[in-house]
């Protein structure tokens, strides 16, 4: 019989439970807004507009892509003014 390579899903819960998450930046969203995912046992979370970390939710799913790209167009439109200024 076959025994999984994979850990119970348990036991990385159990290590968050006892040692806390380890959170990682799995999406920077803007220059202050990132999306985290727990190491351990993958449980996502976000920045709040308080700058707390609250549960990624869709609702928050949904707000931080538009939030990304408002974000993206102002940097664009920025650096397209930077470069027509520097070639006058």
């Given at each position: 019989?076959?025994?999984?390579?994979?850990?119970?899903?348990?036991?990385?819960?159990?290590?968050?439970?006892?040692?806390g998450?380890?959170?990682?930046?799995?999406?920077?969203?803007?220059?202050?807004?990132?999306?985290?995912?727990c190491?351990?046992?993958?449980?996502?979370?976000?920045?709040?507009?308080?700058?707390?970390?609250i549960?990624?939710?869709?609702?928050?799913?949904?707000?931080?892509?538009?939030?990304?790209?408002?974000?993206?167009?102002?940097?664009?439109?920025?650096?397209?003014?930077?470069?027509?200024?520097?070639?006058?």
């Amino acid at each position: 019989m076959n025994t999984p390579t994979t850990k119970p899903a348990f036991i990385p819960n159990l290590v968050c439970n006892i040692f806390g998450h380890k959170y990682e930046v799995s999406k920077k969203v803007t220059y202050h807004v990132k999306e985290y995912q727990c190491a351990n046992c993958k449980k996502q979370m976000t920045t709040n507009s308080n700058g707390n970390l609250i549960p990624l939710t869709p609702k928050f799913v949904q707000i931080n892509s538009v939030l990304e790209r408002i974000y993206n167009r102002k940097i664009m439109r920025l650096q397209e003014k930077s470069y027509a200024s520097s070639i006058n």
